[in-house]
């Protein structure tokens, strides 16, 4: 049995769940099949003659639209419950329309199927630069989709990473348009090469949880920054990718919601880009009926709310034109026919097993090739077996709780997980010792302080509300504090969100000494021992974990309060210590890394939707372990799996970092192979890391997460790298920076022509050598610097390509830039336009190591 919820994190999170809940696989799947194969079964009297026919998509949805009622046609608009997919339209058996089936998701098919590959999170198919290898991810996508029943894939997520705090940064591409682009061209074009409709997402401006599907998370965002940075990936998913469906997104943008955004909706996406697909709301994303249809909203999900009888009491009245519902109804059908969907009626169920010993194999591919290596000191990578005798893993992410997927829509259900421990253990072979050590526990949640030590017990008084200042609504009593109440209520006359709680008591310490206490809570909580704060974790997050010490004398009782809110989601909280004088973790890690000649060491964050980042630090602890390891062991190697980017203060002490994202199932087996240089790791960062939060883009509290209801996009097109260039911030590391076990010269670049009229291509082309002793992949990158006057940031990616050489081999690469390399949006037509002028052409390996250099003149208008 299976419900229908969000997947769940690795340490048993969950993340946002959606509106729909609670169906049981059995009763879901049993419909889901009779309807799908009633719907989509020609009838053989031709009473649907449209099926099987040869004329052109639109021409048999005009078709079907003839026979519609107005009851066929509000049936086709909005979301129905009772199915074992996130969103599911019914079909239609008198008109042979078959059910519609969406299912997430970005890394693989999502929503707790099972049965399914967990890939490497998109960040990670992002850094390794490779439209090819995205296509490979989305023909995995594609595939177990369809075996899965499901007919309309909900990703990819190609919003702009604009802050490192984002929750769904792991489940986005980049910070650059251009490189999201191809990316996601690539994969969409896989995707629907398999017969499943891509459904890209979240259009538009949609870069940050907090305020979420409310009015408060309002982007006020110029124009011209839209068209330069927030949308063109949109534009090339229709263009190149030729993707069937849009998701609007849960953002206000500028003032209007996503879906109900004359500007975004019918301006852009259908006057200036001309998509003929259908677009659907994000889940409760619709806030309107006669706004969102008149505005160009196809589809409502997951249910009807707007698009129901709402909506059908509007067509009647008259407020929303029949045509209106119509123009609707033919973008859904139309794709339909486009896919073939009426013809070949779905044949998988979600209770397939659709993962293969194939689709594991491009797991792990994508995890080895978009692996970034950060550091590489005195050459300890690639470790070498033959001198190499002893390896110490290390950290929580190295065992059980590898960190292999991000969490919400995104998180998918691996079939296992090749631990880092297992792969390394399994590739070092029996001549080297391969030992592990926790060196933390898991997301630094101490172990639950007993119920021994609580002396009397534990009072609870629950409130409604999340300031525990309304009156009590229930009380009861407690041994100890260590619930997970996974987003259901706490005990009758209580609701499931929006309560708060407190537990008072006395704690009777059993040594004298320094006693850490750990407080982990989804949403916030806060500990009190004798009436002072000792630890706040006030706030509205996905579970986190804060630790503070005290000194405390045995058998010498004082009072403890502990207080805990939820506001949504997912609730859970867990008191934990650590008892003067118990050996910790870390020292066991201390003195394992000591004996061994290289220790490995696992840190990770973790990302969820529904909730931002606090911050972009690993946390204290794992920043502790790392320098007491590095202190203990010369040769340590700090091995990165994050969504996004993170502030490393121990740099300077660790001979080499590897970012390696949120990996998937094939975990253990990617980093063995990097580790030992079986693979040449070749990804480059799709995002820039900055040395402190203060250097971001989006520092300031007007920018990020908005002050007054407004979020103030006011760094204008200077996001991501742009912006580090613009302001002459060196960052930690830059956009496209990543090293290799083996190095590279470019040489002899030419631009062709050297004067060039819009509209003309631009060929560019470079030899690329490798010089070193290994054979691996390089990624060439082509930035644009326009003429100052344009106003544009100093230089901008325009085209890339990576490229496999064996040592001492040369290749040429040619590459062309197209008029939209050069061209800036015009505020005062609303048009884009290249600007006259010399435009320096820079080549090069990251966004600041550009070492070829040519000039061209651009004749534009
Ligand atoms: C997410 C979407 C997702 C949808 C359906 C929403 O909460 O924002 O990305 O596709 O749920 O699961």
């Known amino acids: 049995m299976r419900i229908i919820a969000r997947g769940r994190a690795p340490d048993g999170r969950r ?7 609670a169906a049981t696989l059995l009763a879901a799947a049993v419909l889901t099949l009779v309807t799908s194969l009633a719907g989509a079964r020609p009838t053989g009297d031709n009473s649907c003659p449209w099926v099987g026919q040869k004329a052109s998509p639109a021409r048999r949805a005009h078709e079907v639209l003839r026979h519609m009622t107005l009851d066929d046609k509000i049936a086709l608009v909005h979301g129905a419950g009772g199915s074992a997919y996130v969103g599911h339209i019914p079909a239609n058996e008198r008109l042979c329309i078959p059910a519609l089936n969406l299912e997430d998701g970005p890394a693989g098919v999502a929503d707790g199927m099972t049965g399914v590959t967990q890939l490497p999170a998109p960040v990670a198919v992002a850094a390794s630069w490779d439209p090819k290898l995205a296509a490979g991810y989305g023909e995995v996508i594609g595939s177990e989709e369809a075996g899965k029943g499901a007919n309309v894939n909900l990703g990819p997520t190609i919003n702009i990473v604009r802050d490192p705090r984002w929750g769904r940064a792991f489940e986005s591409f980049s910070e650059d348009p ?28 949609y870069n940050q949880e907090t305020y979420r599907n409310t009015p408060q998370d309002d982007a006020i965002v110029s124009r011209r920054a839209m068209h330069e940075i927030y949308l063109p990936a949109f534009q090339q998913a229709i263009d190149e990718g030729h993707v069937g469906s849009i998701m609007c997104s849960y953002s206000t943008v500028n003032g209007e919601y996503a879906c109900q955004n004359r500007y975004l909706l019918k301006k852009v996406l259908r006057n200036e880009w001309g998509f003929k697909g259908f677009v659907t709301s994000d889940w409760g994303a619709t806030h309107s009926t006669v706004p969102s249809a008149r505005a160009g909203l196809d589809m409502e999900m997951p249910d009807g709310t707007y698009y129901g009888s709402a909506l059908e009491q509007a067509v009647e009245e008259g407020q929303v034109s029949e045509k209106t519902l119509d123009r609707m109804v033919l973008h859904i059908l139309t794709q339909m026919f486009r896919f073939g969907l009426f013809d070949h009626p779905a044949r998988g169920n979600p209770d397939a097993t659709v993962t293969s010993p194939a689709h594991a194999k491009v797991a792990r591919e994508v995890a080895e090739q978009g692996s970034v290596l950060l550091k590489n000191e005195g050459g300890l990578l690639p470790l070498d077996a033959s001198r190499v005798h002893s390896i110490a ?38 001549g080297v010792k391969v030992r592990y050590a926790e060196g933390l526990y898991p997301q630094g949640q101490l172990p639950a302080v007993p119920a ?90 996905a579970a986190t974990t804060k630790t503070a010490r005290i000194q405390l004398t045995a058998g010498q009782q004082v009072n403890i309060r502990v207080e805990y809110y939820q506001a949504g989601g997912d609730s859970s909280l867990s008191l934990g210590w650590q008892v003067p004088g118990s050996t910790s973790p870390k020292q066991q890690a201390v003195e394992l890394a000591k004996k061994s ?17 606090q911050d972009i630090s690993l946390g204290s602890d794992q920043n502790r372990l790392i ?27 660790v001979k080499g970092v590897l970012e390696a994202w949120y990996p998937g199932q094939e975990d253990g087996n990617a980093i063995a192979a990097l580790l030992f240089g079986d693979v040449n790791p070749s990804g480059k960062l799709p995002v820039t890391f900055p040395k402190n939060l203060a250097q971001v883009p989006a520092h300031t509290p007007a920018r990020w997460p908005g002050v007054d209801g407004k979020v ?20 930690l590391f830059p956009f496209g920076y990543g090293l290799s076990y083996t190095t590279f010269r470019l040489s002899h670049l030419t631009v062709t022509p050297e004067k060039v009229h819009t509209g003309h291509k631009v060929r560019i082309r470079v030899r690329v050598t490798n010089t070193g002793s290994r054979p691996g992949d390089e990624v060439v990158q082509v930035y644009v610097a326009d003429p100052q006057r344009t106003g544009e940031p100093p230089r901008q990616l325009r085209a890339f390509e990576k490229i496999h050489l064996r040592p001492g081999q040369s290749k040429r690469v040619s590459m ?10 015009d505020g005062s037509t609303q048009t884009w336009k290249v600007p006259d002028g010399a435009y320096r052409i820079l080549v090069g390996d990251s966004s600041r190591n550009l070492p070829l250099e040519a000039s061209i003149q651009v004749e534009g208008q």
């Open 712 to 731: 103030h996009y006011s760094e204008g097109l200077d996001v991501g790298y742009r912006w580090y260039d613009e302001k002459n911030l060196e960052p």
């Open 597 to 613: 000649d290289v220790a490995v060491v696992f840190a990770d964050k973790y990302e969820s939707e529904g909730s931002d980042l």
């Open 627 to 653: 320098s007491a390891i590095a202190k203990a062991n010369p040769n340590t190697i700090v091995v990165l799996n994050t969504g996004s980017a993170v502030t490393m203060p121990w740099i300077d002490r």
């Open 178 to 205: 251009y490189l999201t682009g191809e990316l996601a061209a690539s994969e969409i074009r896989a995707v629907q090469h398999q017969g499943v409709i891509s459904q890209v997402k979240h259009y538009a401006v």
């Open 452 to 541: 021994s030590a609580f002396g009397s017990g534990l009072e609870v008084t629950y409130y409604g509300g999340t300031d525990l200042s309304g009156n009590p609504i229930a009380t009861g009593e407690a041994s100890n504090i260590d619930y997970n109440w996974k987003g259901s209520s706490p005990t009758s006359g209580v609701p499931a969100t929006d309560w708060s709680a407190s537990w008072s008591g006395t704690l009777i310490p059993p040594k004298t000494g320094t006693y850490t206490f750990s407080l982990t809570s989804d949403d916030g909580s806060r500990l009190y021992i004798d009436g002072k704060e000792l630890i706040n974790n006030w706030g509205d997050h």
């Open 15 to 21: 993340g946002q769940p959606v509106a729909m809940l």
């Open 393 to 430: 893993v290390i950290g929580p992410g190295g065992g059980s709780q590898a960190m292999t997927s991000g969490g919400g829509s995104a998180q998918v259900q691996a079939p296992y997980v090749i631990t880092p421990y297992q792969g390394i253990s399994e590739r070092a072979g029996s």
């Open 816 to 825: 062309s830039l197209t008029r939209r390399a050069f061209a800036v949006w």
